[in-house]
């Protein structure tokens, strides 16, 4: 079956980087589109980033432009989420998620979610 385990969360100070991994099984990435959300204590889930299923145009939150790169390896199965010049807002739970459609970057529009994992930035 469809599944998503995510990797690579952690406790950071401002500045720093991490990579985050989303390991994929059950599917072939080439037809879905994939994106990584994130959610914030009291906030709801938003979109950080994602890509179409056709390579379209890729998407990302104005809050992380230019500091947050997504990617994927069809070979490795595998969705990425590097992260540079991280702030304390960027501290939440970040998901990744796929969809056969997922049009657009909106966590209704993706049906299937890994289990999360968190990232804390602070000094």
């Known amino acids: 079956q469809l599944q998503l385990v995510e990797s690579g969360g952690g406790s950071v100070q401002p500045g720093e980087s991490l990579r985050l991994s989303c390991a994929a099984s059950?599917?072939?990435?080439?037809?879905?589109?994939i994106g990584w959300f994130r959610q914030a204590p009291g906030k709801e889930r938003e979109g950080v980033s994602c890509i179409p299923r056709d390579d379209g145009n890729t998407y990302y939150a104005d809050s992380v432009k230019g500091r947050f790169t997504i990617s994927r390896d069809i070979a490795e199965s595998t969705i990425y989420l590097q992260m540079n010049s991280l702030k304390p807002e960027d501290t939440a739970v970040y998901y990744c998620?796929?969809?056969?459609?997922?049009?657009?970057?909106?966590?209704?529009?993706?049906?299937?979610w890994g289990q999360g994992t968190q990232v804390n930035v602070s000094s």
């Open positions: 998620a796929v969809d056969p459609l997922g049009y657009l970057c909106l966590p209704r529009l993706f049906g299937f």
């Open positions: 059950g599917f072939d990435l080439n037809y879905f589109a």
